[in-house]
Every structure is written in structure tokens, then in C-alpha cells.
Nanobody, 119 residues
Framework: VHLVESGGGLVQTGGSLRLSCAASGSTDDIYIMRWHRQAPGKQRELVAGLATLVGSTNYAEFVKGRFTISRDVAKNIVYLQMNNLTPEDTAVYYC?????????????WGQGTQVTVSS
């Protein structure tokens, strides 16, 4: 499974961005898609997740009510709609897929996309 993120950029406080994660390869074997982020000097943290079989979602407390994870099944794209952004949301955002692989599970990560929120 290969992942490519896009949609990052510079936005002012209160603004919005939509990130995209395009998946290719054995996409039928993906069972979880997640967005993570890593700010300078901080550990990578989970932002949102989506279980592909049932469509259920989960969010970190710090983005609840502001961010929405969704997917376009036909295009194999997962989105992260980010609203009401603050400077604390500045980070590199990574897409992550967990998929079945040889009777086990494996992870795939995208290269990341930079989100910068100015005050």
C-alpha cells in the first residue's frame, strides 16, 4: 500500500484546510486509515482514524468538533477536513494505513504534508 498526502499549506487562525491521502496498491486489504501529526520538537500523535469496513471514526480530543475524517471509496482517498485552525495545529500531517499482509498486519505511511497556521 502506497500513500500520498496533499493539501497542506499556510492558513490564518480560524481558517480551514482539507488534506487528502491517496492510497494505491492493495487497497482492499486496508482496514484502518489514520491521520497523525508531528509538531517540531514533539512526538507524533494520532489525530483521527477511520475503520474502513464499518466506517466508524475516532478523533483526538483536541480536534473533536473541528476536524472530520472521511473517505471516497471509489477514488481510494481519505480526507481530513480541518476547520477553525489554530497555531497549535501547525505540524506535519501524516497519513497511515493498517492493512492485512501475509496473514499478519502491516503499516504504511505517507511522506507527510506541512500545515502552518499563522496567528
Amino acid at each position: 500500500v502506497h500513500l500520498v498526502e496533499s493539501g497542506g499549506g499556510l492558513v490564518q487562525t480560524g481558517g480551514s484546510l482539507r488534506l487528502s491521502c491517496a492510497a494505491s496498491g492493495s487497497t482492499d486489504d486496508i482496514y484502518i486509515m489514520r491521520w497523525h501529526r508531528q509538531a517540531p520538537g514533539k512526538q507524533r500523535e494520532l489525530v483521527a482514524g477511520l475503520a474502513t469496513l464499518v466506517g466508524s471514526t475516532n478523533y483526538a480530543e483536541f480536534v473533536k468538533g473541528r476536524f472530520t475524517i472521511s473517505r471516497d471509496v471509489a477514488k481510494n482517498i481519505v480526507y481530513l477536513q480541518m476547520n477553525n485552525l489554530t497555531p497549535e495545529d501547525t505540524a506535519v500531517y501524516y497519513c497511515n494505513a493498517v492493512f492485512r499482509y501475509q496473514s499478519d498486519y502491516a503499516d504504511s505511511w505517507g511522506q507527510g504534508t506541512q500545515v502552518t497556521v499563522s496567528s
